[in-house]
């Protein structure tokens, strides 16, 4: 035993010290730059998915909604989103027969959610298996709802426009509603909206968001501004899962429809900052569009993106 033991001197110490210390030396700059490299893959890898879903018939000449068209849509969007061939199949990753559900509308007159699309979203509700009497459609009464008080899942969905105070009206602000006092947020051009998204009847219940882009309003001054002349069907619906993502392409579409009509740049009175800051500071979801993926489906005339 004695005799096999390997006796390792001080100049065998140092060799293998100093060979240690070579290849943490050649290794060392090696090593950073496959993290560098990892880092940045998962970077590329962090993209959000949205659906644009488009169909020429889904409006008349009147501006009219063709319900069978409209309900095809949100399907194709949704199985899209999800993944799925079967519609049906893409809502149970959705939500599950044993879910509350609240469908955060809009009620704004001259340019409301779609009756047709909120019965649309309810009648898949119940072929996922959720009880009638466990869902409900509700914008301004929310906090009074006991439904939406008791819900386990929100389904976001309003109409896309321009908005003196916020830049935009779309899907981060159409919780405001969920605040005791909406006028509260209007500070510093609604900066801090998306942090609507942690209030405890809000807080990661969202499975869905759907901003409508049929006759979106792409230009107009004051809060409650509407002229029809400023909007156009578009019949389109932005379909995703990140409501900043999904808001950051309604802003793009809003844009190039500006750009279009008025011959060159028109900036949004107040700068729809709130959407940018969801991602910088409040972290809800992904503002930059190199990071958004927008597929896509249906009709594709004009369609500005």
Not at 98 to 123: C, F, Y
Not at 132 to 140: A, F, G, L, T, V
Not at 161 to 175: E, F, M, P, Q
């Amino acid at each position: 035993m004695e005799e096999n033991r390997k006796i390792i001197t001080r100049r065998d110490f140092l060799r293998v010290t100093a060979g240690m210390a070579l290849v943490g030396m050649v290794g060392m700059p090696a090593l950073a730059e496959e993290s560098k490299i990892a880092e940045k893959s998962a970077s590329e890898l962090k993209k959000a998915k949205v659906i644009l879903v488009r169909d020429a018939n889904v409006l008349d000449n009147n501006n009219q909604i063709n319900t069978k068209v409209l309900e095809k849509m949100i399907d194709d969007a949704v199985s899209t989103l999800m993944g799925t061939s079967e519609p049906i199949d893409a809502w149970k990753q959705l939500v599950k027969p044993t879910d509350i559900v609240g469908i955060k509308s809009n009620t704004w007159s001259p340019l409301r959610t779609p009756p047709e699309l909120e019965q649309a979203i309810k009648k898949r509700l119940i072929r996922v298996g959720v009880a009638e009497d466990k869902i409900s459609i509700d914008d301004r009464g929310v906090l009074r709802n006991p439904i939406f008080q008791k819900s386990t899942a929100l389904i976001n969905v309003r109409p896309m426009r321009t908005h003196d105070w916020a830049g935009v009206g779309s899907l981060i602000k159409n919780y405001i509603m969920f605040s005791p006092s909406p006028p509260s947020w209007h500070n510093d051009s609604c900066a801090n909206l998306a942090e609507l998204w942690e209030l405890p009847l809000v807080k990661d219940k969202t499975r869905l968001n759907i901003l409508v882009m049929l006759t979106p309003l792409f230009y107009g001054k004051g809060p409650h501004s509407f002229q029809k002349e400023y909007t156009w069907a578009y019949k389109g619906l932005l379909v995703g899962l990140d409501p900043v993502a999904v808001d950051a392409t309604g802003v793009r579409i809003l844009e190039a429809k500006k750009r279009l009509y008025f011959g060159k740049d028109i900036p949004f009175d107040v700068s729809p900052k709130h959407i940018r800051l969801a991602e910088e500071k409040f972290h809800l979801g992904i503002a930059d569009t190199n990071k958004i993926d927008v597929q896509k489906i249906g009709w594709m005339d004009d369609v500005l993106l």
